[in-house]
């Protein structure tokens, strides 16, 4: 997938919550997708390599950006 498909599909995922824009968990989610559209900068590295870069991550922060992306 694309930037362009996968900044179109999170945008689509975010409307579907049906949450107001300022709760906290929008928001967390709004930047986890940002956080990784800025990691993978089109590169095409994986999930795995994303998660694997960053291992100082709480468990409840993997957790929810996991969560993010399925």
Same mark, same amino acid.
């Not at 291992?55 to 992306?69: D, G």
């Given at each position: 997938m694309d930037a362009a498909a996968f900044q179109l599909h999170s945008a689509?995922? =975010?409307?579907? =919550?049906?949450?107001?824009?300022a709760t906290p968990t929008l928001r967390a989610y709004r930047a986890d997708l940002r956080h990784l559209t800025a990691w993978l900068g089109g590169t095409g590295r994986s999930l !795995?390599?994303?998660? !694997? !870069?960053?291992?100082?991550?709480?468990? =409840? $922060?993997?957790?929810?950006?996991? $969560? $993010? =992306?399925e």
């Open positions: 689509h995922f =975010l409307a579907d =919550l049906s949450r107001s824009p !795995a390599a994303y998660f !694997a !870069a960053y291992p100082q991550w709480a468990p =409840l $922060t993997r957790n929810r950006k996991q $969560t $993010t =992306l």
